[in-house]
Structure formats: C-alpha cells, structure tokens
C-alpha cells in the first residue's frame, strides 16, 4: 500500500487536527457544483477512510453545508471544509486531501460528477463518470485503487 500511515492534518488555522491510521478505500475528486461551491474551487478532492482509522486530535468541527442527513465538518474559526460524514454510510470518513499534512500520493482515483465540471478542470483521474458510477461498480473501483501507484507516491 502506498500510503504513509499514520498521518496529520489540519484546518487553515490549525485549531482542528487530526488523524488519520488507515489508508483509504479510494480517493476521488468531485466536479459537482455542491462541491464546487464549498471548496471555493473547481473540483473538490476526498479520502474515504475507513471509520475507525480516523480520529479529530484537537479542535471541535461543526456541522456546515448542508446541515443535512450527511454532516459536512468545518472548523469553527476558519470554517475550512474538513470532512464528511455520508448519509447512511458510516463504515467510512470522506477526508479532503486538501487538509493532510503531507499530500503524496493523495492524487484522486475516481472524478464523479463531470458533467457539472469545468471543462478545463482535469484531475487526472484513471476513473472518470459523468455522474456517479453504479453502485456494483464500487467494489471493483476500490479493489482497483489498491492496485494502484498514484502519481507522485
Ligand atoms: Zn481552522
Ligand atoms: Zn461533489
């Protein structure tokens, strides 16, 4: 596995920190416009860390975003977007790459939702959908990240 563990990272301020003891199930960049909007940026980019390999080590996120059924965690003073909490998926953490300490090897495996993008906005991503893949094709997206060397790893 290419992922240096444990790793640190941190809101722009670094009053929230954390940890993270588990390398991803896959990482990913999102094109949505939901995305867009509270990253400030075109695309936003995520590790889905397995729920257990993932612990807040100072600070108290709070809910930002859509105060919805899935909870978007922000650090209360420089309300970066930190984390998520999916709706009805709590076996992962959907981390931003942005937030991690030491980045390499973060490089997004899948981009979802193309079709909101920026049509200059490239990520590089192996794995590109105009939406969401199916969900039967997950499993063999995760199995694929494992197999996977990022660039710059
Ligand atoms: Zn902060
Ligand atoms: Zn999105």
Redesign the pocket.
């Known amino acids: 596995m290419h992922w240096k563990l444990p790793r640190e990272g941190g809101c722009r301020c670094g009053q929230v920190r954390f940890k993270v003891s588990a390398a991803p199930y896959v990482t990913m960049a999102?094109?949505?416009t939901?995305?867009q909007r509270m990253s400030s940026s075109a695309?936003?980019l995520s590790a889905a860390i397995p729920a257990d390999g993932f612990e807040v080590t100072q600070g108290e996120p709070v809910i930002g975003g859509l105060h919805g059924a899935t909870r978007h965690y922000f650090c209360p003073r420089c309300m970066s977007w930190m984390f998520t909490r999916p709706e009805g998926l709590d076996w992962f953490v959907n981390i931003r790459s942005t937030m991690i300490d030491d980045t390499g090897g973060t490089a997004p495996f899948v981009e979802?939702?193309r079709a909101e993008g920026f049509a200059w906005a490239k990520t590089g991503a192996p794995h590109s959908f105009e939406k969401l893949p199916p969900d039967d094709a997950w499993e063999g997206l995760m199995k694929g990240y494992r197999e996977w060397t990022p660039p710059g790893a």
Do not use: D, P
Request: proline share 0%; with cysteine; net charge neutral.
């Open positions: 999102c094109h949505c939901g995305c695309f936003s979802t939702w």
